[in-house]
């Protein structure tokens, strides 16, 4: 069918179906962000904006192969843990299939806009009384009990889905400059995107299509308070060490204990790139640098061109780099923090030479 050649579903060949559960998802823009790529001081600068997919992130991308295997399967529940974004794109594609829908939030700590996407999409929430991690390990006892199917990201369909913001990026990027990009700066939650762009490149170079050295330098970005990730790569550890306390305005990556890092190192290491942390006022500031060029994008999101900025600064990424910065989730996705990051309303009077004297002062 038509909706099926679109976005994550042209690249069936690639997948483990011909066609899913969609909605569509896939076909994200790649902008361009002339006054960052001047600031940043690199040869150019896109932003992949993954918070235009249908339910604003890039969980969609995943599920719509997900969830179509679970259908498969005929499993009966569909479960997941999630700082919010996997909630609402499990619950909206769980919707799709006609399917019972469970998810697990830590009480608190989950943007409005992904509670209300969860909700009104017909997910059950369940809040529980600990992080992230927490949730998944509750999710991953529930899966091996047979109560439910997993749709986090240790789930190898979400991750097939999502290497298609891979091949997007690299089409685009070759159409517009005949070059693949040096390096791609994504945010590091559970390290799922790292993973599955890892497999995307190698699959790739294994089918003669990329030259091993044209593949992206993959470079993650954590919030400084949250970076398990950041601290095995600086260590050069195999594993990582799970952070039981974790903090951060960024809360879709405020994640101690990055399930497919066995996967995602390997990604890093492998492709020359490398690992950063930020802090809240580096991501916030580039979240209004963003918007301020027309890209809307929650923090998690604003962390990928932070890091991307802290790596010139500190002469680890080159000024005749071609980078792509991979934002992960919308702007309305977290209203609390556009709010704090942005302008205060000004109150005036209704009157509008009262409103132009205003203005003048
Ligand atoms: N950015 C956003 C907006 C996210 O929601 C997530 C993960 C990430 C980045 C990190 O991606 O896990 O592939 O490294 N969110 C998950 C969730 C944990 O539950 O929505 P990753």
């Known amino acids: 069918s038509a909706a099926t050649e679109r976005g994550v579903w042209r690249y069936a060949a690639a997948l483990p179906f011909d066609e899913g559960v969609s909605l569509p998802e896939g076909d994200t823009p790649l902008h361009r962000v002339p006054r960052l790529e001047d600031e940043v001081g690199v040869a150019s600068l896109r932003i992949k904006h993954e918070g235009m997919n249908p339910t604003g992130s890039f969980k969609d991308r995943g599920m719509t ?15 997941c843990a999630s700082t919010g974004n996997t909630s609402a794109a499990l619950a909206a594609y769980g919707g799709r299939a006609d399917m019972e829908t469970l998810v697990l939030l830590p009480a608190g700590k989950v943007a409005a806009g992904k509670v209300a996407q969860a909700a009104l999409h017909g ?12 949730c998944l390990d509750i999710v991953q006892e529930l ?3 047979g109560e439910a199917y997993l749709l986090n990201s240790l789930n190898p369909f979400r991750l097939e889905g999502q290497k298609t913001i891979g091949f997007e990026i690299l089409e685009a990027h070759l159409a517009d400059y005949g070059t693949f990009p040096d390096r791609i700066v994504l945010p590091v939650g559970n390290a799922g995107n790292t993973a599955a762009l890892y ?22 970005v954590q919030a400084a308070d949250a970076a398990p990730m950041v601290e095995a ?6 594993e ?20 497919n890092a066995p996967k995602a190192l390997p990604g890093i290491r492998n492709t020359g790139g490398t690992a950063v942390a930020v802090a809240d006022e580096e991501i916030t500031a580039a979240q209004r640098d963003l918007a301020g060029e027309g890209v809307g994008v929650e923090p998690a999101s604003a ?7 802290k790596l010139r600064d500190r002469g ?15 702007l309305l996705k977290d209203p609390d923090a556009a709010y704090e990051a942005g302008n205060d309303p000004e109150p005036v009077p209704n009157d509008a030479d009262a409103v132009l004297e205003h203005l003048r002062e």
């Open 65 to 79: 192969v997900g969830v179509r295997a679970a259908r498969e399967l005929g499993v009966g529940r569909l479960a």
């Open 123 to 134: 997910a059950r929430i369940l809040e529980v009384d600990g992080n992230f991690d927490a």
């Open 143 to 145: 899966a091996g009990r």
């Open 199 to 220: 497999k995307a490149f190698r699959e790739l170079v294994q089918a003669d299509a990329l030259e091993p050295e044209e593949v992206p330098a993959l470079t993650g």
């Open 233 to 238: 790569i600086e260590d050069g550890a195999d």
């Open 240 to 259: 990582i060490r799970r952070w039981e306390e974790v903090e951060t305005i960024a809360t879709a990556i405020r994640i101690g204990n990055p399930v």
């Open 303 to 309: 962390a990928s061109v932070a890091g991307l900025r």
């Open 316 to 330: 680890v990424v080159d000024d005749d780099e071609r980078v792509v910065c991979l934002t992960t989730g919308h």
